[in-house]
């Protein structure tokens, strides 16, 4: 009997003890995941949360601030070594790195290497930069140094709202592409745009430690002309034979790019045909919201019943400019007591079943909507401002994301009708049919076409 017993405690022991390591190796796996989760582009916090400190001329690139510079609470405007703002001015400076070590995220590098991995065959197509052969030194088994073109809007210096730097940003991917450059996108005003979109099909997160060392120029595009004329016949390398270009810009270069005959034989493919699709293909190549803001875009469209609909899912976006919600806006766009014909266009479909979805950047015109059609209406309920000017509110973050997520609602109407603003616009852009597409200005509405 008591042999028994010794066998039976032998046999539960080892069974313990086989529970104890399958529990041991799952707690350890568990951790390597949490530690790889830390490597995902919504968790990067430090390495290029930051504006560029510049030099004139072409000195040394000073070490890149981490953490953004306050005073008193107020982001004060960037000032070059001569202690001069250049906010608002067509400038351009440059200098190099120096070689002191930056202080580079880990979980960026991570990213990129990550990306690399998963993606190295879409790149090849659609990345002409990373395999071409004026991308190759005289032995073409070691590629030559490559260069950098860098989308930049960074603290204190405006960069206009949404819509505007998605059409820089498309603008810059597309020049990266004709010179034959590494395109990046630094974005951290208000906050950084790679805890909302992360890369697609293109790498564009660039960590400091990678252009260490390189010579670089800061172009400043924002609301001039000057460099987009220059466009039109620019020989590029040869203006700016930097090894990184950092462009500050919010106009679409695309026509201008277009017409110079310096990159006719480099234009991609993509970029042959309209501005439509040329922006729609350039947005979709670059950019993927993250699963947070999916997340929050689902619950936005099944709440409007959009997946389980009888009738189409309206949308509408209502642009007044300078009002109560936005005081610090330039001009005013429409007047709240002349939107009665946009609502009774919205009122028809409302009477047939559908349910609407405004979004505006004004609060009192999202309640109107509110009470006129109540469980027909539809928001994110987020804070309303402007990204831009009023990118100094402590809440401007949960702003920005309030407003990425009305666009991104925007995209997936079965009817849209826009508004005088860059934001609809490009929208509709991505949308990407004329079907159910409206323009809504100054108290009248008509049908477009994208063209």
Not at 263 to 287: C, E, I, S, V
Not at 299 to 304: E, G
Request: with cysteine; hydrophobic share 35%; charged share 20%.
């Amino acid at each position: 009997m008591r042999n028994k017993i010794r066998k039976v405690l032998c046999i539960l022991s080892a069974c313990a003890l086989v529970v104890f390591v399958a529990l041991h190796v799952h707690l350890m796996n568990r951790r390597t995941d949490t530690l790889t989760q830390s490597s995902s582009p919504h968790s990067l916090t430090s390495s290029h949360r930051s504006f560029i400190q510049t030099n004139n001329g072409h000195g040394r690139f000073t070490k890149l601030t981490t953490q953004p510079v306050a005073y008193r609470g107020r982001n004060r405007l960037p000032k070059h070594a001569n202690g001069n703002s250049s906010f608002g001015k067509n400038r351009v400076t440059g200098g190099k790195f120096d070689n002191k070590t930056l202080d580079a995220s880990e979980s960026r590098r991570n990213l990129i290497t990550t990306w690399n991995n998963t993606n190295s065959s879409n790149v090849s197509k659609l990345y002409p930069v990373l395999i071409t052969r004026s991308n190759m030194s005289a032995d073409s088994s070691k590629p030559s140094r490559i260069k950098y073109l860098i989308y930049l809007c960074d603290r204190g210096w405006s960069c206009g709202g949404w819509g505007d730097r998605q059409r820089g940003m498309a603008s810059a991917f597309l020049l990266a592409n004709v010179t034959h450059r590494r395109f990046g996108i630094n974005m951290t005003l208000p906050c950084d745009v790679i805890d909302y979109y992360v890369p697609n099909d293109v790498n564009w997160n660039i960590s400091e430690s990678e252009i260490l060392g390189k010579s670089y120029r800061v172009i400043n595009n924002v609301g001039h002309n000057a460099f987009h004329d220059s466009l039109l016949k620019i020989d590029f390398e040869k203006t700016y034979p930097e090894d990184v270009i950092f462009l500050r810009t919010n106009v679409e270069h695309f026509w201008a790019i277009r017409s110079n005959p310096n990159f006719k034989t480099t234009l991609p493919q993509w970029a042959k045909h309209g501005r439509p699709k040329f922006f729609r293909d350039a947005w979709n190549m670059l950019m993927k919201p993250t699963e947070h803001l999916t997340d929050h875009l689902e619950r936005v469209l099944l709440d409007a019943h959009f997946y389980n609909k009888t009738s189409p899912f309206v949308c509408a976006h209502v642009r007044i400019g300078r009002s109560k919600s936005n005081p610090e806006d330039s001009v005013v766009r429409n007047d709240v007591n002349q939107l009665g014909p946009l609502w009774e266009f919205l009122s028809a479909y409302v009477r047939n079943g559908s349910h609407v979805f405004l979004a505006t950047d004004s609060s009192e015109v999202r309640e109107m909507s509110r009470e006129k059609f109540g469980h027909a209406h539809h928001d994110t309920g987020g804070a309303i401002f402007h990204i831009d000017k009023q990118r100094q509110r402590k809440d401007a973050c949960e702003g920005f994301e309030y407003a990425l997520l009305d666009q991104l609602v925007l995209t997936r109407c079965d009817v849209l009708v826009t508004s005088n603003s860059m934001f609809s616009s490009r929208a509709a852009l991505i949308r990407g049919t004329n079907s159910g597409l409206y323009h809504y200005d100054k108290g009248r509405i008509k049908k477009v076409n994208l063209g």
